[in-house]
T-cell receptor, first 111, second 114 residues
């Protein structure tokens, strides 16, 4: 089975901290994605990547950055965490044209 | 630009009743269409997808969906609901270009009562 692993299920950080969310996939997928999920808003795309060292902004990139130094790893970075970034963060990977495989999510609380 | 509209943020059915979750999409190019399910505190799991070919698509757990181009719809159905079907369901669309992202609907919570 394809696995997408997110390093933390629950995370609590303080306002202003730099936060790293890690995601690793084991099926050699080209594409990786970061979404945030909020009640009533569904999933919104933050950033995605089609190749190593390549990144594209999604619909809500403000306040976030990403890093993809290796094909299997895609990191989401909150440069200075704020309370409005409290959310569930979902990582996914895919082959081009295929469906996504999701990780279990990281529930981030910023206090 | 693509968009997805899921009618009803919550749908309630009795165990054994028909499940119908509605999804309409907007896309300027022929779409790929997906349904995902999310159980509490978990990621999303693919239920089924339409890419090409037969417009009636069968998925896991007895679910199926029909692509109707004229109605721009991709409704999800199951003949008989089980308690274990209670979850949140997301419809998603992507275009068929080489590099494409999924656009999700806002989700429909399915509640199943005994």
């Amino acid at each position: 089975d394809v696995k997408v692993t997110q390093s933390s299920r629950y995370l609590v950080k303080r306002t202003g901290e730099k936060v790293f969310l890690e995601c690793v996939q084991d099926m050699d997928h080209e594409n990786m994605f970061w979404y945030r999920q909020d009640p009533g808003l569904g999933l919104r795309l933050i950033y995605f990547s089609y190749d190593v060292k390549m990144k594209e902004k999604g619909d809500i990139p403000e306040g976030y950055s990403v890093s993809r130094e290796k094909k299997e790893r895609f990191s989401l970075i909150l440069e200075s965490a704020s309370t409005n970034q409290t959310s569930m963060y979902l990582c996914a990977s895919s082959q081009t044209g295929g469906g996504y495989t999701f990780g279990s999510g990281t529930r981030l609380t910023v206090v | 630009a693509q968009s997805v509209t899921q009618l009803g943020s919550h749908v309630s059915v009795s165990e054994g009743a028909l499940v119908l979750l509605r999804c309409n999409y907007s896309s300027s190019v022929p779409p790929y269409l997906f349904w995902y399910v999310q159980y509490p505190n978990q990621g999303l799991q693919l239920l089924l997808k339409y890419t090409t070919g037969a417009t009636l698509v069968k998925g896991i757990n007895g679910f199926e969906a029909e692509f109707k181009k004229s109605e721009t719809s991709f409704h999800l159905t199951k003949p008989s609901a089980h308690m274990s079907d209670a979850a949140e369901y997301f419809c998603a669309v992507s275009d068929r270009n080489g590099y494409s992202t999924l656009t999700f609907g806002k989700g429909t919570m399915l509640l199943v009562s005994p």
